[in-house]
Nanobody, 129 residues
Framework: QVQLVESGGGLVQPGGSVRLSCAASGFTLDYYGIGWVRQAPGKEREGVSC????????YYVDSVKGRFTISRDNAKTTVYLQMDSLKPEDTAVYYC??????????????????????WGQGTQVTVSS
């Protein structure tokens, strides 16, 4: 059974940094895309970033390029989202999500649409002074 557990959220001042972690268990990540999706109050879910675990290719929504960095550990059991230069508009619940690759598509193929098969419980990030 796929399990994803996020950690690392909290309250941070504008311009600050926070690192989110997503620990995976119950499956091998090698052939998955692992993404971060956020949802702010009153807004739809938004795909923020994704990493293909097999080749390390990464993807970012334009609003976080140059500020957020997605990465994986060498054991490929944990994915991180380093969030720098945070803005109040980054305030949201951040979810870690996973999607296995298929014969035609990588696991990150639908990351912009936030289409993933497995989800964590989410962690709140609040950017405020």
């Amino acid at each position: 059974q796929v399990q994803l557990v996020e950690s690392g959220g909290g309250l941070v001042q504008p311009g600050g940094s926070v690192r989110l972690s997503c620990a995976a268990s119950g499956f091998t990540l090698d052939y998955y895309g692992i993404g971060w999706v956020r949802q702010a109050p009153g807004k739809e879910r938004e795909g923020v970033s994704c990493i293909n675990m097999r080749d390390g290719r990464t993807y970012y929504v334009d609003s976080v390029k140059g500020r957020f960095t997605i990465s994986r550990d060498n054991a490929k059991t944990t994915v991180y989202l380093q969030m720098d230069s945070l803005k109040p508009e980054d305030t949201a619940v951040y979810y870690c999500a996973a999607q296995p690759q298929s014969q035609l598509y990588s696991g990150c193929y639908y990351w912009r649409q936030a289409k993933f098969g497995s989800w964590g419980q989410g962690t709140q990030v609040t950017v405020s002074s």
